[in-house]
């Protein structure tokens, strides 16, 4: 059974039209993670939540915020999304005694 | 700072082949080590891990060692098959909720029949 499900699979957008993605868990983990992950390149780590404690990256622009209701669920949302946040979002997971991270099917995102 | 260096892709090998894609870290301090699968279209499955000196990690035929004196994880398989042709990446990450995973750029594996 999928520890974590990311809904859309394939989202497309308008440039400038914002847009949420949507990541749930069914492990109960206290940290989730959002990864930018473009063509032939490794993931980039956007921003997590450990707990409720929010954790953003230096480098991730301020079009990108997130939001984490409850253990379960996690959004990230493209405020004004450009052509070049076309790509592959992964959302992950850890927690506990688990030191590793456990990803999600991605949601590719196609900003037209 | 903390780092991972793959070997540069791609790499095509014929079935049955033997695989090797070396890893190597650089890291302040002793992280568990990790590979990495994704599969076209999909997202990162973990295939193996190693937390401390010496671990071996193994799964589905793969298996990488820790190994300190080296810095070194490199991934190997016996007998490659055609549904292993995917990305690979080796990933070091130490203990703790907020650490992150430093991954490396990733080798992709195509393996024809």
């Known amino acids: 059974d999928a520890m974590v499900i990311q809904n859309p699979r394939y989202q497309v957008t308008q440039f400038g039209k914002p847009v949420t993605l949507s990541c749930s868990q069914t492990?109960?983990?206290?940290?989730m993670y959002w990864y930018q992950q473009k063509s032939s390149q490794a993931p980039k780590l956007l921003f997590h939540?450990?707990?409720?404690?929010?954790?953003n990256e230096a480098d991730t622009p301020d079009n990108f915020q997130s939001r984490r209701p409850n253990t379960s669920f996690c959004f990230l949302d493209i405020r004004s999304p450009g052509l070049g946040d076309a790509a592959m979002y992964l959302c992950?997971?850890?927690?506990?005694?688990?030191?590793?991270?456990?990803f999600g099917p991605g949601t590719r995102l196609t900003v037209l | 700072g903390n780092s991972v260096t793959q070997m540069e892709g791609p790499v095509t090998l014929s079935e049955e082949a033997f695989l090797t894609i070396n890893c190597t870290y650089t890291?302040?301090?002793?992280?568990?080590l990790f590979w990495y699968v994704q599969y076209p279209g999909e997202g990162l499955q973990l295939l193996l891990k190693?937390?401390?000196?010496?671990d071996k990690g193994s799964n589905k035929g793969f298996e990488a060692t820790y190994r300190k004196e080296t810095t070194s994880f490199h991934l190997e398989k016996g007998s490659v098959q055609v549904s292993d042709s995917a990305v690979y990446f080796c990933?070091?990450?130490?203990?703790?909720?907020?650490?992150?995973?430093?991954f490396g750029k990733g080798t992709k594996l195509t393996v024809n029949p």
């Open positions: 990933a070091l990450k130490f203990q703790g909720g907020s650490e992150k995973l430093v």
């Open positions: 939540y450990y707990d409720k404690d929010f954790n």
């Open positions: 492990l109960n983990h206290n940290v």
């Open positions: 190693a937390t401390k000196a010496d």
């Open positions: 992950a997971i850890s927690g506990g005694l688990v030191n590793e991270q456990f």
């Open positions: 890291a302040t301090g002793y992280p568990s």
